[in-house]
């Protein structure tokens, strides 16, 4: 079934989970950079650090919902453009996709793995391992790194848009902006 019958834009369920994902993305970056401002063990950092988690959980939930919206409704047309462009934005694409993914999960094994409990707005999530120091910190490692190449992904796909827009002026940032 498909939704949306308007082959310029996306469908305006797509746009309002991309712009709800990049501010659920930046607050759950924010939590984690701030936590560093304040004192181990005080009230305001462990905060900064539960409401990560359950942003983080958050991402994970809105990518599943993301997912299928995407299947269920046509995106706009492609555009004109060299086949180096499209496979890179692809990539991309996919990239972000895998982070968006995996960071979440990786987030809930590290804190399985230390056997800490896994809110996620007044429940607790199952664990998905069982405590193991060592995996955490493995695992742990590889979420930073994931987080790093986050923040170059995502900026690279913002620098993208921003070249399509008032380089190229082709239209690609004006498919997905909200309002009509």
Same mark, same amino acid.
């Given at each position: 079934m +498909? !939704? $949306? @019958? $308007?082959? @310029?834009?996306? &469908?305006a369920i797509s746009i309002t989970l991309h712009w709800l994902m990049l501010l659920v993305m930046a607050a759950a970056f924010a939590t984690i950079e701030l936590r560093v401002n304040f004192e181990r063990g005080s009230d305001i950092r462990e905060g900064l650090k539960h409401w990560h988690f359950m942003l983080g959980l958050s991402v994970l939930v809105l990518v599943i919902v993301r997912i299928a919206a995407r299947i269920m409704t046509a995106g706009p047309r492609p555009m004109a453009e060299p086949m180096w462009r499209k496979v890179l934005a692809k990539a991309v694409h996919l990239a972000l996709y895998a982070l968006m993914i995996g960071m979440p +999960?990786?987030?809930?094994? +590290?804190? &399985?793995? %230390?056997? @800490? *409990?896994? *809110?996620?707005?007044? !429940?607790e999530l199952p664990p998905l391992v069982s405590p193991d120091k060592d !995996? #955490? %910190?493995? +695992?742990e490692e590889l979420h930073e790194l994931g987080g790093t190449i986050a923040y170059w992904l995502i900026g690279f796909h913002a620098l993208a #848009? !921003?070249?399509h827009h008032y380089v190229l002026k082709d239209g690609v940032l004006l498919r997905m902006r909200p309002g009509r």
């Amino acid at each position: 079934m +498909i !939704l $949306n @019958d $308007n082959t @310029d834009r996306y &469908s305006a369920i797509s746009i309002t989970l991309h712009w709800l994902m990049l501010l659920v993305m930046a607050a759950a970056f924010a939590t984690i950079e701030l936590r560093v401002n304040f004192e181990r063990g005080s009230d305001i950092r462990e905060g900064l650090k539960h409401w990560h988690f359950m942003l983080g959980l958050s991402v994970l939930v809105l990518v599943i919902v993301r997912i299928a919206a995407r299947i269920m409704t046509a995106g706009p047309r492609p555009m004109a453009e060299p086949m180096w462009r499209k496979v890179l934005a692809k990539a991309v694409h996919l990239a972000l996709y895998a982070l968006m993914i995996g960071m979440p +999960i990786a987030g809930w094994v +590290i804190l &399985s793995a %230390e056997g @800490d *409990p896994v *809110p996620f707005f007044g !429940l607790e999530l199952p664990p998905l391992v069982s405590p193991d120091k060592d !995996l #955490a %910190e493995r +695992i742990e490692e590889l979420h930073e790194l994931g987080g790093t190449i986050a923040y170059w992904l995502i900026g690279f796909h913002a620098l993208a #848009a !921003l070249f399509h827009h008032y380089v190229l002026k082709d239209g690609v940032l004006l498919r997905m902006r909200p309002g009509r």
